[in-house]
């Protein structure tokens, strides 16, 4: 099972850019296998927008996959969602935060973010 899941998340506005596979192949300078990889590996998360898979720029900091996101989305993975479903929490405002659960993660809040993610259901 990979990174597309039956609910499309078509909401462009809900990141600053969004990267497709190619893309993310040039920013790594890597395979297309490896970048399937990081999806499997839940290392990296991506989304079906606009019937493309896309990865948030959000999720990457200096040309990688952001360090901090893999365990979060183990937790998610766990609770049942699915990777649309995921990207989908990680983007939007989380009362619980008061911000959304990646910029709370990129804000050094990863303790808070997982207990978080581990309280839904």
Sequence with gaps: MG??????????TLSERWLTVPELVDLFSTSPGRIHRLFEEKT?????????????????????????????????????????????????????????PIAALRAGRKAEVRRVAQSLL
């Excluded at 990174?3 to 462009?12: F, G, H």
Aim: aromatic share 4%.
């Design 3 to 12: 990174p597309v899941s039956a609910a499309p998340a078509d909401d462009l």
């Design 44 to 100: 990296l998360l991506a989304a079906r927008v606009g019937g493309v898979l896309r990865v948030p720029i959000e999720f990457l900091e200096d040309r990688e996959p952001l360090h901090e996101l893999r365990g979060t989305l183990t937790v998610l993975s766990d609770n049942g969602f699915t990777d649309d479903e995921a990207v989908r929490w990680m983007l939007s405002v989380e009362d619980a935060l008061g911000t959304s």
